[in-house]
T-cell receptor, first 115, second 113 residues
């Protein structure tokens, strides 16, 4: 099976712009989670989507949003970019079950630089 | 609230020596625990997971971890380090909150020849 893919791999944006990142999960995986990784804050959970619905959300401002399509592909959007949004954005997909936490499989990430 | 603490942001070992990376968790309910590895400019790769089936968990690349409830620990070990093990390692906890992982700060492992 193909792994989790993320596009683009690298992005350079200017402060105040907006950006959209894309994630394609492993075939059959219906849950997609997003994480932000920075040297200072480490890995932080942004949100999770399942069946086109946001099921869980981390502590990020409303400038960070996402969505999931019927084929489980997901996008995240950051509006009004700030310098502090520079980070590696990781997407992860997993199976979904009841009463068990399935492991998450991560994509290679999108490196966003805000200037 | 659950949390994860990794003791030591940087660990250095000699090739062939024992690798021990420490992870302690805080959780009010039995957690699911994971170890991931990240190589430079890559995403995270799952090494192993604990889901209450067995306290000693074997993973890929010769790594294993032991869940100790009394110590709230889930330390990662490998009997003999290899140069290719040099990477950053993350411990994570999940409470089945729908795909939300809480990560530790990470431990960078260096392997000296």
């Amino acid at each position: 099976k193909a792994g989790v893919t993320q596009t683009p791999r690298y992005l350079i944006k200017t402060r105040g712009q907006q950006v959209t990142l894309s994630c394609s999960p492993i075939s059959g995986h219906r849950s997609v989670s997003w994480y932000q990784q920075t040297p200072g804050q480490g890995l932080q959970f942004l949100f999770e989507y399942f069946s086109e619905t946001q099921r869980n959300k981390g502590n990020f401002p409303g400038r960070f949003s996402g969505r999931q399509f019927s084929n489980s592909r997901s996008e995240m959007n950051v509006s009004t970019l700030e310098l502090g949004d520079s980070a590696l954005y990781l997407c992860a997909s997993s199976l979904v079950g009841t009463g068990i936490s399935y492991e998450q499989y991560f994509g290679p990430g999108t490196r966003l630089t805000v200037t | 609230a659950q949390s994860v603490t990794q003791l030591g942001s940087h660990v250095s070992v000699s090739e062939g020596a024992l690798v021990l990376l420490r992870c302690n968790y805080s959780s009010s309910v039995p957690p699911y625990l994971f170890w991931y590895v990240q190589y430079p400019n890559q995403g995270l790769q799952l090494l192993l997971k604990y889901t209450s089936a067995a306290t000693l968990v074997k993973g890929i690349n010769g790594f294993e971890a032991e869940f100790k409830k009394s110590e709230t620990s889930f330390h990662l070990t490998k009997p003999s380090a290899h140069m290719s093990d040099a990477a950053e390692y993350f411990c994570a906890v999940s409470l089945n909150q729908g795909g939300k992982l809480i990560f530790g700060q990470g431990t960078e492992l260096s392997v000296k020849p």
